[in-house]
């Protein structure tokens, strides 16, 4: 609870927080309160924002509500941001954690493969991936993962050399637990913080990814998404600037908030490093 | 340069040369991989319809053979810097990247030297005015640049200083239509090259700004500095001689992670100022489903990635003797 309160002090985090928790409740209850959809020609094209009541932010090239393409490429953004960092710690959770605790040859090749993938231009894979796969919601989320585990990897795999000779941990092994047991239940609740702080960071990170792909025109051709609307937008600029105006105010906002919340995270849970972030 | 350094500079090279052969061997898998016929794959959706051109495609890669003659046959044509044809426009895939890349290079060169001038100055700024205004309006920039697409920025820069101010070229590496020659063409392409490279540069350089503030704050109160100013050096000399020097080790290190950052940025910063470098030749590839080109830019892109980290590498042994050799 110390956390919380070491939080909420912290006012600049509590301003990422709760930008952060209005658009997680437009995700969630934007598309059930709006009323249209994002795709349906509603007006006349390329109508300003603030002239029609009905459609408050304007309509884009196509003469589609901006709006209700606002507030569904929400719930797309959030929800692979969320979704591809949980792999993401999916994967770099038990690699880090196998290479740190066992060291040796163990940790050897582990950090290879995990180097493998660090040299590797990361959203030019991501763009590879999703282009051979072709792009779905499924295979953008998949791609983002893929490229955003290595920091994980190496960040646990930091932990567990650091915490493995610690005398709870010694303990545990002249118990006779398991190493499983010993990963799971000893360290991994010990190394917590950091992984959250840089999952929060990770988020973010997935967020600005996943809205680059949908710009370059990879994104799920079903799915309404922010970056979708800029780069619909990219050839039409001079005329229209809102429209790439507004979905970018939207992602930058969006990161924003989760950078701040993260270093607030951050400087409440690891108040001796605060301030290192980069990997 | 001694024996020790010469075997280091060595290892590194036999990594490099390993990383990239594990990356040819996923993108010959990653093509058959993908749903669907991989000659069809290959051809994209150029050669879709046409079953000559089909046939003549498995011929070539030999995709009626067994697998490990096929990744043989691609592995021993790419040491021979043959990565196929671009089948929508007909000239080999090599001959297309090289083309392109100086441009590439110079847009991300360049970035990336602006990126570090402009993020260390703004750190070193920030630190001396530390908890000043000046600290708190280069914060608060660097977190809103941390945070804004790059392609977006890229956008909304062309729009204000190009279409809106006109000040500088939004499109293009030089001007068309005009021959020039000689110093006029360097300095057309300078200016063709302010907004891409800044665009580009600017979520590095707010990057850079926040970590040597962040180091320079930190060394700033180690006993070796307050020695200096208990001796009697003056301010500016203790930040100069003392402080920054060692602040900026953290800021080297990370050099490396930028330079697959930048690659990637400039497939987007290319589409937007429409720089003929090979992330715009990325995004024709993506466009028009040419996936061998797009196979190809991937490890090329990536072989730059590999060579700068060994440059960086060699740097930093020569630069500071204290980084461990054997690792």
Excluded at chain 2, 163 to 188: A, C, H, K, N, Q
Aim: contains cysteine; aromatic residues 12%; neutral net charge.
């Amino acid at each position: 609870m110390n956390i919380i309160k070491t939080l909420s002090q912290n006012k600049v985090a509590m301003v990422g927080f709760f930008v952060l928790a209005i658009f997680c409740l437009i995700a969630a209850f934007g598309p059930l309160l709006y009323d249209g959809s994002p795709w349906k020609m509603v007006q006349r094209p390329f109508l300003p924002p603030f002239e029609n009541s009905n459609y408050l932010l304007g309509t884009d090239t196509l003469g589609r509500d901006v709006l209700a393409g606002l507030i569904y490429g929400t719930r797309i953004s959030l929800l692979v941001g969320l979704v591809s960092t949980l792999i993401a710690l999916l994967i770099g959770i038990p690699l880090g954690a196998y290479a740190g605790y066992f060291g040796g040859w163990v940790d050897e090749l582990l950090m290879r493969f995990t180097e493998i993938f660090q040299t590797v231009p990361s959203f030019a894979l991501a763009i590879v991936i999703v282009a051979i796969f072709e792009p779905s919601v499924y295979s953008i989320t998949s791609a983002i993962a893929i490229v955003s585990w290595p920091p994980v990897a190496r960040l646990v795999r930091g932990e567990f050399m650091s915490l493995r000779s610690q005398e709870y941990v010694l303990a545990a092994k002249l118990n006779g637990q398991t190493h499983r047991n010993i990963i799971m239940r000893e360290i991994l609740p010990n190394s917590l913080s950091p992984i959250i702080v840089l999952a929060s960071l990770m988020v973010a990170t997935a967020i600005l990814l996943e809205s680059s792909l949908s710009f370059l025109g990879l994104g799920d051709p079903e799915i309404m998404s922010w970056g979708y609307m800029i780069g619909a937008a990219k050839t039409v600029v001079r005329q229209a600037w809102w429209l790439s105006f507004i979905p970018g105010l939207a992602i930058a906002l969006t990161v924003l908030s989760l950078n701040l919340l993260g270093e607030g995270l951050n400087e409440a849970l690891n108040p001796k490093m605060s301030g290192k972030r980069e990997n | 340069m001694n024996l020790q350094t010469l075997l280091y500079i060595g290892g590194r090279l036999i990594k490099g040369v390993i990383i990239l052969l594990i990356i040819a061997v996923f993108n010959f898998f990653l093509i058959r991989a993908a749903p669907g016929d991989p000659a069809k794959v290959m051809a994209g959706e150029a050669g879709a319809t046409d079953e000559v051109f089909l046939q003549q495609l498995r011929e070539q890669f030999g995709l009626d053979q067994p697998l490990y003659y096929q990744l043989w046959v691609y592995i021993s044509n790419l040491l021979h810097f043959d990565m196929g044809m671009s089948y929508r426009q007909n000239i080999p895939v090599f001959d297309l990247i090289m083309d392109r890349l100086p441009a590439t290079l110079l847009l991300t060169g360049t970035a990336f030297l602006l990126s570090i001038a402009l993020g260390v100055l703004a750190g070193v700024i920030a630190s001396v005015n530390y908890k000043k205004w000046v600290d708190s309006l280069i914060t608060i920039l660097s977190l809103i640049f941390y945070a804004t697409p790059l392609f977006w920025l890229a956008i909304m820069a062309s729009l204000f200083f190009s279409v809106y101010l006109g000040w500088l070229p939004g499109f293009g590496m030089e001007t068309v239509g005009v021959e020039l020659s000689g110093w006029d063409r360097v300095i057309d392409i300078a200016l063709h090259l302010v907004l891409p490279a800044t665009t580009l540069g600017l979520f590095f350089t707010a990057v850079y700004a926040r970590m040597t503030r962040t180091s320079m704050i930190e060394t700033s109160r180690l006993d070796f500095v307050k020695t200096a100013i208990a001796k009697g050096m003056t301010p500016s000399r203790v930040t100069r001689k003392h402080v920054l020097r060692n602040a900026l080790l953290p800021v080297i290190t990370l050099a490396g992670i930028q330079a697959g950052q930048l690659i990637g940025g400039a497939v987007l910063t290319e589409t937007v100022f429409a720089w003929p470098g090979i992330g715009r030749l990325m995004f024709e590839a993506l466009f028009q489903r040419d996936y061998n080109l797009l196979l190809g830019v991937f490890f090329i892109s990536s072989a730059m990635v590999v060579l700068f980290n060994l440059i960086t590498d060699v740097i930093y042994c020569v630069v500071d003797p204290r980084i461990e050799l054997s690792k």
